[in-house]
Protein backbone atom coordinates (compact mmCIF):
# COMPACT_ATOMS: atom_id res chain seq x y z
CA UNK A 1 0.00 0.00 0.00
CA UNK A 2 2.74 2.30 1.21
CA UNK A 3 4.75 1.83 -2.40
CA UNK A 4 1.32 2.53 -4.19
CA UNK A 5 0.97 6.14 -2.64
CA UNK A 6 4.20 6.77 -3.33
CA UNK A 7 3.85 6.00 -6.96
CA UNK A 8 0.14 7.95 -7.10
CA UNK A 9 1.66 11.08 -5.29
CA UNK A 10 3.62 12.60 -7.85
CA UNK A 11 0.69 11.90 -10.52
CA UNK A 12 -1.91 13.79 -8.02
CA UNK A 13 0.94 16.40 -7.68
CA UNK A 14 0.45 17.23 -11.65
CA UNK A 15 -2.73 17.08 -11.89
CA UNK A 16 -3.58 19.17 -9.10
CA UNK A 17 -0.96 22.37 -11.14
CA UNK A 18 -3.23 21.21 -14.79
CA UNK A 19 -6.29 21.93 -13.09
CA UNK A 20 -4.62 25.16 -11.09
CA UNK A 21 -3.49 26.51 -14.56
CA UNK A 22 -7.29 26.00 -16.32
CA UNK A 23 -8.79 27.18 -13.18
CA UNK A 24 -11.83 28.92 -13.36
CA UNK A 25 -10.40 32.26 -11.89
CA UNK A 26 -7.79 32.23 -13.85
CA UNK A 27 -9.67 31.86 -17.00
CA UNK A 28 -11.71 34.66 -15.58
CA UNK A 29 -8.51 37.33 -14.68
CA UNK A 30 -7.23 36.34 -18.23
CA UNK A 31 -10.91 37.28 -19.77
CA UNK A 32 -10.47 33.82 -21.81
CA UNK A 33 -12.68 33.40 -24.89
CA UNK A 34 -15.40 30.95 -22.87
CA UNK A 35 -15.11 30.09 -19.54
CA UNK A 36 -17.72 27.32 -19.54
CA UNK A 37 -17.55 26.88 -15.69
CA UNK A 38 -18.25 30.01 -15.05
CA UNK A 39 -21.27 30.10 -17.83
CA UNK A 40 -22.30 27.28 -15.66
CA UNK A 41 -22.17 28.70 -12.31
CA UNK A 42 -23.29 32.22 -12.88
CA UNK A 43 -26.24 31.53 -15.94
CA UNK A 44 -28.80 32.60 -13.58
CA UNK A 45 -27.79 35.97 -13.28
CA UNK A 46 -28.85 36.08 -17.39
CA UNK A 47 -32.25 34.52 -16.88
CA UNK A 48 -34.11 37.40 -15.49
CA UNK A 49 -32.56 40.18 -18.38
CA UNK A 50 -33.25 37.42 -20.83
CA UNK A 51 -36.91 37.24 -19.87
CA UNK A 52 -37.35 41.48 -19.37
CA UNK A 53 -36.16 41.62 -22.94
CA UNK A 54 -38.38 38.65 -23.59
CA UNK A 55 -41.61 41.20 -22.14
CA UNK A 56 -39.68 44.35 -23.61
CA UNK A 57 -40.14 43.24 -27.16
CA UNK A 58 -44.20 41.41 -26.65
CA UNK A 59 -45.06 44.54 -25.28
CA UNK A 60 -43.84 46.73 -27.74
CA UNK A 61 -44.72 44.14 -30.65
CA UNK A 62 -48.09 43.78 -29.68
CA UNK A 63 -48.55 47.51 -29.27
CA UNK A 64 -47.27 48.67 -32.67
CA UNK A 65 -49.08 45.67 -34.55
CA UNK A 66 -52.81 47.26 -32.58
CA UNK A 67 -51.46 50.77 -33.62
CA UNK A 68 -50.56 49.90 -36.96
CA UNK A 69 -53.55 47.53 -37.71
CA UNK A 70 -55.87 50.20 -37.05
CA UNK A 71 -53.93 52.84 -38.93
CA UNK A 72 -54.07 50.77 -41.95
CA UNK A 73 -58.23 49.64 -41.69
CA UNK A 74 -58.42 53.48 -41.45
CA UNK A 75 -56.33 54.64 -44.30
CA UNK A 76 -57.75 51.59 -46.37
CA UNK A 77 -61.10 52.96 -46.08
CA UNK A 78 -59.53 56.57 -46.41
CA UNK A 79 -57.10 56.47 -48.94
CA UNK A 80 -55.90 60.08 -48.75
CA UNK A 81 -54.63 59.23 -45.07
CA UNK A 82 -51.98 56.84 -46.84
CA UNK A 83 -49.28 59.15 -48.21
CA UNK A 84 -49.24 61.39 -44.51
CA UNK A 85 -49.18 57.58 -42.43
CA UNK A 86 -46.58 56.16 -44.61
CA UNK A 87 -44.13 59.69 -44.12
CA UNK A 88 -45.01 59.81 -40.72
CA UNK A 89 -44.01 56.48 -40.00
CA UNK A 90 -41.16 56.28 -41.94
CA UNK A 91 -39.99 59.31 -39.76
CA UNK A 92 -40.07 57.48 -37.06
CA UNK A 93 -38.20 54.73 -38.32
CA UNK A 94 -35.39 57.07 -39.59
CA UNK A 95 -34.64 58.63 -36.19
CA UNK A 96 -31.92 56.04 -34.51
CA UNK A 97 -33.40 54.28 -31.47
CA UNK A 98 -30.80 55.13 -29.29
CA UNK A 99 -31.53 59.35 -30.04
CA UNK A 100 -34.94 58.17 -29.90
CA UNK A 101 -34.80 56.72 -26.06
CA UNK A 102 -32.97 60.23 -24.93
CA UNK A 103 -35.73 62.32 -26.70
CA UNK A 104 -38.03 61.02 -24.79
CA UNK A 105 -36.43 61.33 -21.30
CA UNK A 106 -37.68 64.89 -20.66
CA UNK A 107 -41.13 64.17 -21.10
CA UNK A 108 -41.25 60.20 -19.97
CA UNK A 109 -37.97 59.98 -17.63
CA UNK A 110 -36.24 56.99 -17.40
CA UNK A 111 -37.45 53.26 -17.36
CA UNK A 112 -39.65 50.96 -19.52
CA UNK A 113 -42.21 52.88 -20.19
CA UNK A 114 -39.73 55.50 -22.53
CA UNK A 115 -37.84 51.86 -24.00
CA UNK A 116 -41.56 50.54 -24.79
CA UNK A 117 -42.49 53.78 -26.46
CA UNK A 118 -39.57 54.16 -28.67
CA UNK A 119 -39.83 50.30 -29.52
CA UNK A 120 -43.12 50.66 -30.56
CA UNK A 121 -42.69 53.58 -33.03
CA UNK A 122 -40.17 52.01 -34.72
CA UNK A 123 -42.37 48.86 -35.60
CA UNK A 124 -44.92 50.65 -37.04
CA UNK A 125 -43.36 51.42 -39.77
CA UNK A 126 -42.46 47.96 -41.32
CA UNK A 127 -46.01 46.49 -40.21
CA UNK A 128 -48.11 49.73 -41.64
CA UNK A 129 -46.35 49.09 -44.86
CA UNK A 130 -46.82 45.33 -44.49
CA UNK A 131 -50.60 45.46 -43.61
CA UNK A 132 -51.51 48.03 -46.07
CA UNK A 133 -49.66 45.55 -48.74
CA UNK A 134 -51.31 42.51 -48.00
CA UNK A 135 -54.55 44.42 -47.95
CA UNK A 136 -54.01 45.81 -51.74
CA UNK A 137 -53.29 42.26 -52.30
CA UNK A 138 -56.68 41.05 -51.61
CA UNK A 139 -58.09 39.86 -55.01
CA UNK A 140 -61.33 42.24 -56.39
CA UNK A 141 -63.27 39.29 -56.81
CA UNK A 142 -63.03 37.57 -53.33
CA UNK A 143 -64.02 40.99 -52.44
CA UNK A 144 -67.06 41.26 -54.61
CA UNK A 145 -67.72 37.94 -53.87
CA UNK A 146 -68.22 38.65 -50.58
CA UNK A 147 -70.03 41.42 -51.45
CA UNK A 148 -72.61 39.28 -52.93
CA UNK A 149 -73.22 37.55 -49.63
CA UNK A 150 -73.78 40.81 -48.54
CA UNK A 151 -71.50 41.56 -46.23
CA UNK A 152 -71.05 45.21 -44.66
CA UNK A 153 -67.95 46.95 -44.78
CA UNK A 154 -67.10 45.99 -41.17
CA UNK A 155 -67.72 41.70 -41.73
CA UNK A 156 -65.51 42.29 -45.36
CA UNK A 157 -62.88 43.77 -43.76
CA UNK A 158 -62.39 41.31 -41.12
CA UNK A 159 -64.05 38.15 -42.89
CA UNK A 160 -62.06 38.21 -45.94
CA UNK A 161 -59.90 40.93 -46.46
CA UNK A 162 -57.58 40.68 -43.03
CA UNK A 163 -57.71 36.69 -43.56
CA UNK A 164 -56.30 37.46 -46.97
CA UNK A 165 -53.77 39.73 -46.11
CA UNK A 166 -52.51 37.67 -43.20
CA UNK A 167 -48.72 36.70 -45.36
CA UNK A 168 -47.59 39.72 -45.50
CA UNK A 169 -49.62 40.45 -42.38
CA UNK A 170 -47.15 37.83 -40.22
CA UNK A 171 -43.75 38.37 -42.82
CA UNK A 172 -44.12 42.37 -41.53
CA UNK A 173 -44.62 40.76 -37.98
CA UNK A 174 -41.67 38.46 -38.29
CA UNK A 175 -39.11 41.65 -39.52
CA UNK A 176 -40.37 43.33 -36.99
CA UNK A 177 -40.23 41.03 -33.81
CA UNK A 178 -36.39 40.36 -34.95
CA UNK A 179 -35.49 43.92 -35.38
CA UNK A 180 -37.32 44.90 -32.02
CA UNK A 181 -34.96 41.95 -30.43
CA UNK A 182 -32.06 43.49 -31.41
CA UNK A 183 -32.74 47.35 -31.20
CA UNK A 184 -34.54 46.60 -27.05
CA UNK A 185 -30.73 45.38 -26.02
CA UNK A 186 -30.20 49.72 -26.06
CA UNK A 187 -33.17 50.16 -23.97
CA UNK A 188 -30.43 49.57 -21.24
CA UNK A 189 -29.36 53.27 -22.04
CA UNK A 190 -32.91 54.75 -21.17
CA UNK A 191 -33.12 53.03 -17.91
CA UNK A 192 -34.82 49.99 -19.00
CA UNK A 193 -34.49 46.40 -18.50
CA UNK A 194 -33.33 43.98 -20.63
CA UNK A 195 -30.09 42.03 -22.19
CA UNK A 196 -28.37 45.14 -22.47
CA UNK A 197 -27.78 45.39 -19.10
CA UNK A 198 -25.36 42.51 -19.55
CA UNK A 199 -23.42 44.23 -22.33
CA UNK A 200 -22.43 47.49 -21.05
CA UNK A 201 -20.15 49.39 -18.31
CA UNK A 202 -17.13 46.67 -17.24
CA UNK A 203 -19.22 44.10 -18.95
CA UNK A 204 -18.28 44.93 -22.49
CA UNK A 205 -14.86 43.61 -21.66
CA UNK A 206 -15.74 40.40 -20.57
CA UNK A 207 -15.67 37.92 -23.25
CA UNK A 208 -17.65 35.01 -21.76
CA UNK A 209 -20.39 37.75 -20.51
CA UNK A 210 -21.04 38.69 -24.29
CA UNK A 211 -21.23 35.68 -25.78
CA UNK A 212 -24.01 34.79 -23.33
CA UNK A 213 -26.05 37.76 -23.24
CA UNK A 214 -25.18 38.25 -26.70
CA UNK A 215 -26.14 34.64 -27.95
CA UNK A 216 -29.45 34.90 -25.56
CA UNK A 217 -30.39 37.94 -27.67
CA UNK A 218 -29.78 35.90 -30.90
CA UNK A 219 -31.45 32.65 -29.80
CA UNK A 220 -34.70 34.93 -28.29
CA UNK A 221 -35.18 36.43 -32.12
CA UNK A 222 -34.80 33.01 -34.10
CA UNK A 223 -37.17 31.48 -31.52
CA UNK A 224 -39.80 34.15 -31.85
CA UNK A 225 -39.40 34.19 -36.06
CA UNK A 226 -40.13 30.16 -35.65
CA UNK A 227 -42.98 30.88 -33.37
CA UNK A 228 -44.62 33.38 -36.29
CA UNK A 229 -43.76 30.94 -38.84
CA UNK A 230 -45.95 28.17 -36.74
CA UNK A 231 -48.69 30.92 -36.27
CA UNK A 232 -48.79 31.54 -40.38
CA UNK A 233 -49.09 27.81 -41.00
CA UNK A 234 -51.89 27.52 -38.59
CA UNK A 235 -53.48 31.10 -39.47
CA UNK A 236 -52.73 30.93 -43.47
CA UNK A 237 -52.27 27.09 -44.22
CA UNK A 238 -53.04 27.57 -47.78
CA UNK A 239 -50.00 29.89 -48.78
CA UNK A 240 -46.13 28.58 -48.48
CA UNK A 241 -44.06 30.28 -46.02
CA UNK A 242 -42.04 32.17 -47.92
CA UNK A 243 -38.69 33.90 -46.64
CA UNK A 244 -39.20 37.48 -46.15
CA UNK B 1 -50.45 61.60 -17.98
CA UNK B 2 -53.09 64.58 -16.93
CA UNK B 3 -50.39 66.82 -16.06
CA UNK B 4 -47.77 66.63 -18.41
CA UNK B 5 -45.19 69.11 -16.85
CA UNK B 6 -44.71 71.10 -20.43
CA UNK B 7 -42.25 74.18 -18.89
CA UNK B 8 -40.08 71.39 -17.49
CA UNK B 9 -40.05 69.66 -20.81
CA UNK B 10 -39.69 72.87 -23.14
CA UNK B 11 -36.61 74.39 -20.36
CA UNK B 12 -35.19 70.66 -21.49
CA UNK B 13 -35.17 71.06 -24.88
CA UNK B 14 -34.33 75.08 -24.52
CA UNK B 15 -31.18 73.95 -21.98
CA UNK B 16 -29.78 70.74 -24.74
CA UNK B 17 -30.26 74.11 -27.61
CA UNK B 18 -27.38 76.18 -25.74
CA UNK B 19 -25.55 72.91 -25.18
CA UNK B 20 -25.41 73.50 -28.38
CA UNK B 21 -25.10 76.60 -29.54
CA UNK B 22 -22.34 77.84 -26.19
CA UNK B 23 -20.06 75.81 -24.27
CA UNK B 24 -21.64 75.30 -20.59
CA UNK B 25 -19.82 74.97 -17.18
CA UNK B 26 -19.64 70.77 -16.71
CA UNK B 27 -19.19 69.44 -13.17
CA UNK B 28 -15.39 69.33 -13.48
CA UNK B 29 -14.06 72.62 -11.95
CA UNK B 30 -12.39 74.66 -14.95
CA UNK B 31 -14.14 72.51 -18.22
CA UNK B 32 -16.24 73.80 -20.36
CA UNK B 33 -19.07 71.14 -22.19
CA UNK B 34 -20.44 71.62 -25.45
CA UNK B 35 -20.77 74.61 -27.67
CA UNK B 36 -20.23 74.54 -31.63
CA UNK B 37 -16.55 73.59 -31.54
CA UNK B 38 -17.13 70.46 -29.83
CA UNK B 39 -20.52 69.83 -31.54
CA UNK B 40 -19.08 69.84 -35.18
CA UNK B 41 -15.77 67.66 -33.34
CA UNK B 42 -17.59 65.06 -32.70
CA UNK B 43 -20.13 65.24 -36.20
CA UNK B 44 -17.18 64.90 -37.96
CA UNK B 45 -16.00 62.17 -35.83
CA UNK B 46 -19.65 60.41 -36.48
CA UNK B 47 -19.43 60.99 -40.32
CA UNK B 48 -15.67 59.90 -40.73
CA UNK B 49 -16.65 56.82 -39.22
CA UNK B 50 -20.04 56.19 -40.44
CA UNK B 51 -18.79 56.95 -44.09
CA UNK B 52 -16.07 55.12 -43.82
CA UNK B 53 -18.37 51.94 -43.02
CA UNK B 54 -20.61 53.21 -45.58
CA UNK B 55 -17.92 53.18 -48.69
CA UNK B 56 -17.23 49.67 -47.12
CA UNK B 57 -20.59 48.07 -47.18
CA UNK B 58 -21.64 49.01 -50.63
CA UNK B 59 -18.28 48.47 -52.35
CA UNK B 60 -18.56 44.92 -50.75
CA UNK B 61 -22.32 44.37 -51.01
CA UNK B 62 -23.35 46.07 -54.31
CA UNK B 63 -21.31 44.36 -56.79
CA UNK B 64 -21.83 40.91 -55.38
CA UNK B 65 -25.88 41.50 -54.80
CA UNK B 66 -25.93 43.01 -58.30
CA UNK B 67 -24.04 40.33 -59.79
CA UNK B 68 -25.67 37.28 -58.01
CA UNK B 69 -28.60 39.00 -59.20
CA UNK B 70 -27.30 38.75 -62.64
CA UNK B 71 -26.60 35.88 -62.67
CA UNK B 72 -29.82 34.69 -60.43
CA UNK B 73 -27.44 32.49 -58.40
CA UNK B 74 -27.33 32.32 -54.13
CA UNK B 75 -31.16 33.64 -53.83
CA UNK B 76 -30.87 31.83 -49.92
CA UNK B 77 -27.60 33.27 -49.26
CA UNK B 78 -28.57 36.58 -50.25
CA UNK B 79 -31.67 36.31 -47.95
CA UNK B 80 -30.33 34.74 -45.11
CA UNK B 81 -27.85 37.24 -45.00
CA UNK B 82 -30.25 39.84 -45.00
CA UNK B 83 -32.20 38.07 -42.30
CA UNK B 84 -29.15 37.30 -40.22
CA UNK B 85 -28.42 41.02 -40.27
CA UNK B 86 -31.74 42.08 -38.94
CA UNK B 87 -31.24 39.59 -35.67
CA UNK B 88 -27.72 40.70 -34.90
CA UNK B 89 -27.83 43.85 -32.29
CA UNK B 90 -25.78 46.60 -32.73
CA UNK B 91 -24.71 46.81 -29.35
CA UNK B 92 -23.83 42.95 -29.56
CA UNK B 93 -21.52 43.89 -32.53
CA UNK B 94 -19.83 46.67 -30.20
CA UNK B 95 -19.42 44.59 -27.76
CA UNK B 96 -17.95 42.01 -29.39
CA UNK B 97 -15.33 44.30 -31.01
CA UNK B 98 -14.70 45.92 -27.53
CA UNK B 99 -13.87 42.50 -25.76
CA UNK B 100 -12.49 40.03 -28.73
CA UNK B 101 -11.43 42.22 -31.88
CA UNK B 102 -9.70 45.73 -29.79
CA UNK B 103 -10.45 48.93 -30.65
CA UNK B 104 -9.34 50.83 -33.46
CA UNK B 105 -10.61 53.18 -36.15
CA UNK B 106 -10.32 49.70 -38.60
CA UNK B 107 -11.96 47.75 -36.63
CA UNK B 108 -15.01 49.91 -35.40
CA UNK B 109 -15.33 50.98 -39.39
CA UNK B 110 -15.85 47.15 -40.24
CA UNK B 111 -18.19 46.30 -37.18
CA UNK B 112 -20.16 49.14 -38.79
CA UNK B 113 -20.06 48.02 -42.40
CA UNK B 114 -21.49 44.77 -40.95
CA UNK B 115 -24.40 46.29 -40.25
CA UNK B 116 -24.91 48.28 -43.62
CA UNK B 117 -23.91 44.96 -45.38
CA UNK B 118 -27.11 43.01 -45.03
CA UNK B 119 -29.48 45.56 -46.18
CA UNK B 120 -27.65 46.42 -49.84
CA UNK B 121 -26.88 43.05 -50.60
CA UNK B 122 -30.43 41.82 -50.30
CA UNK B 123 -32.20 44.13 -52.15
CA UNK B 124 -29.56 44.49 -55.01
CA UNK B 125 -29.99 41.10 -55.52
CA UNK B 126 -33.74 41.42 -55.23
CA UNK B 127 -34.03 44.67 -56.71
CA UNK B 128 -32.48 43.06 -59.70
CA UNK B 129 -33.68 39.74 -59.83
CA UNK B 130 -37.08 41.66 -60.19
CA UNK B 131 -36.34 43.18 -63.36
CA UNK B 132 -38.56 42.24 -66.66
CA UNK B 133 -37.21 39.44 -68.05
CA UNK B 134 -38.78 41.18 -71.21
CA UNK B 135 -36.83 44.33 -70.80
CA UNK B 136 -33.58 42.07 -70.21
CA UNK B 137 -34.44 40.44 -73.65
CA UNK B 138 -34.84 43.21 -75.97
CA UNK B 139 -31.82 44.05 -74.04
CA UNK B 140 -30.37 41.13 -75.90
CA UNK B 141 -32.30 41.49 -78.58
CA UNK B 142 -30.29 45.18 -79.33
CA UNK B 143 -27.31 43.30 -79.25
CA UNK B 144 -26.31 44.33 -75.65
CA UNK B 145 -23.37 41.94 -73.61
CA UNK B 146 -23.39 40.70 -70.04
CA UNK B 147 -22.29 43.82 -68.51
CA UNK B 148 -24.28 46.06 -70.61
CA UNK B 149 -27.53 44.57 -69.73
CA UNK B 150 -26.63 45.12 -66.02
CA UNK B 151 -25.34 48.38 -66.14
CA UNK B 152 -28.08 49.59 -68.78
CA UNK B 153 -30.93 47.78 -67.90
CA UNK B 154 -31.18 46.00 -64.71
CA UNK B 155 -29.31 48.64 -62.49
CA UNK B 156 -31.20 51.23 -63.64
CA UNK B 157 -34.35 49.75 -63.44
CA UNK B 158 -33.43 48.23 -59.91
CA UNK B 159 -32.96 51.74 -58.56
CA UNK B 160 -35.61 52.12 -56.29
CA UNK B 161 -34.97 48.96 -54.56
CA UNK B 162 -31.25 49.10 -54.26
CA UNK B 163 -31.64 52.43 -53.19
CA UNK B 164 -34.27 51.33 -50.26
CA UNK B 165 -31.55 48.86 -48.66
CA UNK B 166 -28.68 51.67 -49.21
CA UNK B 167 -30.79 53.63 -47.34
CA UNK B 168 -31.58 51.70 -44.55
CA UNK B 169 -27.47 50.66 -44.16
CA UNK B 170 -26.77 54.10 -44.09
CA UNK B 171 -29.15 54.64 -41.24
CA UNK B 172 -28.29 51.51 -39.27
CA UNK B 173 -24.79 52.54 -39.84
CA UNK B 174 -25.52 56.22 -38.22
CA UNK B 175 -27.39 54.87 -35.51
CA UNK B 176 -24.86 52.14 -34.38
CA UNK B 177 -22.02 54.93 -34.61
CA UNK B 178 -23.71 56.65 -32.16
CA UNK B 179 -22.26 53.54 -29.47
CA UNK B 180 -19.48 53.27 -31.16
CA UNK B 181 -18.52 55.67 -28.17
CA UNK B 182 -18.29 52.40 -26.37
CA UNK B 183 -15.69 51.40 -28.58
CA UNK B 184 -13.35 54.81 -27.97
CA UNK B 185 -14.63 56.62 -30.84
CA UNK B 186 -15.88 60.08 -30.11
CA UNK B 187 -18.84 60.24 -32.42
CA UNK B 188 -21.96 62.34 -31.24
CA UNK B 189 -22.81 59.44 -28.87
CA UNK B 190 -20.11 60.59 -26.77
CA UNK B 191 -22.63 63.21 -25.45
CA UNK B 192 -25.21 60.46 -25.14
CA UNK B 193 -23.37 57.98 -23.01
CA UNK B 194 -21.09 59.97 -20.94
CA UNK B 195 -23.86 61.66 -19.14
CA UNK B 196 -21.77 62.40 -16.03
CA UNK B 197 -19.23 64.55 -18.28
CA UNK B 198 -22.31 66.26 -20.64
CA UNK B 199 -24.75 66.16 -18.03
CA UNK B 200 -28.66 65.83 -18.77
CA UNK B 201 -28.99 68.78 -21.83
CA UNK B 202 -25.84 67.37 -23.26
CA UNK B 203 -27.20 63.58 -23.23
CA UNK B 204 -30.45 65.63 -24.98
CA UNK B 205 -28.23 67.53 -27.27
CA UNK B 206 -26.45 64.44 -28.60
CA UNK B 207 -30.12 62.62 -29.09
CA UNK B 208 -30.92 65.66 -31.29
CA UNK B 209 -28.63 65.99 -32.89
CA UNK B 210 -28.37 62.23 -34.08
CA UNK B 211 -32.16 62.11 -35.39
CA UNK B 212 -31.31 65.36 -37.39
CA UNK B 213 -27.88 63.36 -38.92
CA UNK B 214 -29.81 60.57 -39.91
CA UNK B 215 -33.35 62.25 -40.69
CA UNK B 216 -30.59 64.53 -43.16
CA UNK B 217 -28.77 61.71 -44.57
CA UNK B 218 -31.93 60.14 -45.16
CA UNK B 219 -33.39 63.15 -47.38
CA UNK B 220 -29.57 63.48 -49.02
CA UNK B 221 -30.02 59.61 -50.30
CA UNK B 222 -33.94 59.98 -51.36
CA UNK B 223 -32.90 63.26 -53.44
CA UNK B 224 -30.25 60.94 -55.05
CA UNK B 225 -32.54 58.33 -55.53
CA UNK B 226 -34.88 60.72 -57.53
CA UNK B 227 -32.22 61.43 -59.52
CA UNK B 228 -31.15 57.98 -60.26
CA UNK B 229 -34.18 56.62 -61.09
CA UNK B 230 -34.75 56.54 -64.55
CA UNK B 231 -38.03 59.00 -65.83
CA UNK B 232 -39.99 56.76 -67.52
CA UNK B 233 -40.07 54.40 -63.97
CA UNK B 234 -40.86 56.92 -62.19
CA UNK B 235 -43.80 57.80 -64.41
CA UNK B 236 -44.56 54.33 -64.42
CA UNK B 237 -44.75 53.47 -60.98
CA UNK B 238 -47.26 57.00 -60.39
CA UNK B 239 -49.60 55.87 -62.64
CA UNK B 240 -49.44 52.64 -61.22
CA UNK B 241 -49.92 54.13 -57.75
CA UNK B 242 -52.65 56.34 -58.68
CA UNK B 243 -54.62 53.80 -60.79
Known sequence: MGSLAHVLAPLAQIDDSFFKDRSESDCISDNG????????????????????????????????????????????????????????????????????????????????????IALTAYTLQILYRNIIAGLANVPAETKDAGRGMGMSDRQ????????LAMPEIIAGL????????????LAVFAGGDGLGSELVGSNITFKTGV????????????????????AQRLLAPWRKVRPV | MTDLPLADI????????????????????????????????????????????FLVAIVLALPLGAWLGHRGRGEGVAIAIGNAGRAIPELVLIAVTVAFIGLSFFNVVMALAIMGIPPILTNAFVGIRQVDRNAVEAGKGMGMTEGEILRKVELPLAVPTIMGGVRTAAINIIAT?????LAGETTLGDFIINRNVFGDSGVLAGAILVALLAITVEGVLAGIQYLLTPRGLSMQRAAASSA
Not at chain 1, 156 to 163: D, H, S, T, Y
Not at chain 1, 174 to 185: L, Q
Not at chain 2, 177 to 181: D, F, S
Request: aromatic share 10%; proline share 5%; glycine share 8%.
Open chain 1, 33 to 116: TFCASWAVDNIDRYIGPALEHIVLVAVSVVAGFAIALALAVLSHRRRWLMPPLTAATGILYTIPSIAFFFLLLPITGRGNLTAV
Open chain 1, 156 to 163: LMWRVEIP
Open chain 1, 174 to 185: RIATVSTVAIAT
Open chain 1, 211 to 230: IIAGGMAIIIAITFDLLLVL
Open chain 2, 10 to 53: FSSFGDAFDFITSPQPSGFADREVGGPSEVLAKLGAHLKVSGAA
Open chain 2, 177 to 181: ATIAT
